[in-house]
């Protein structure tokens, strides 16, 4: 599989109903936001939920605005000025890593976390 392959993969398993950013799919892939939204822009299939990959703010492309807004309506997630309501509908992340991985295999992202008691503070 390539690398547009598993963010669409990832892009897959994200309930209706919730949103990701690009990041957090980047974090998951061990690739950058820009990457993702990159694969989204350009990948040409019909059973991808694209909408439900917003900015980290909520936001989208301007010129899919109009596009996204039904979708997220009638999956239940609040927009207000064009932006998906990320900070209540953003997906689970863990449960989004623990369903790639399944998938997929090991993600070089969706690792456990470091040991931040071992940080200089």
Do not use: K, N
Request: hydrophobic letters at 45%; charged letters at 25%; a negative charge.
């Amino acid at each position: 599989m390539t690398l547009a392959d598993d963010v669409v993969s990832v892009v897959r398993l994200v309930p209706p109903g919730r949103v990701v950013a690009y990041g957090d799919v980047a974090e998951l892939l061990g690739t950058s936001p820009r990457i993702v939204g990159r694969v989204m822009a350009t990948y040409e299939a019909d059973d991808v939920p694209w909408w439900r990959v917003v900015r980290a703010d909520g936001g989208i492309a301007d010129h899919l605005v109009d596009r996204a807004v039904p979708h997220w309506r009638e999956e239940g997630v609040p927009a207000v000025d064009g932006r998906a309501g990320i900070r209540r509908h953003r997906a689970d992340l863990s449960a989004l890593a623990d369903a790639a991985e399944s998938l997929m295999g090991p993600l070089p992202g969706a690792g456990e976390l470091p040991d931040l008691g071992s940080v200089a503070r």
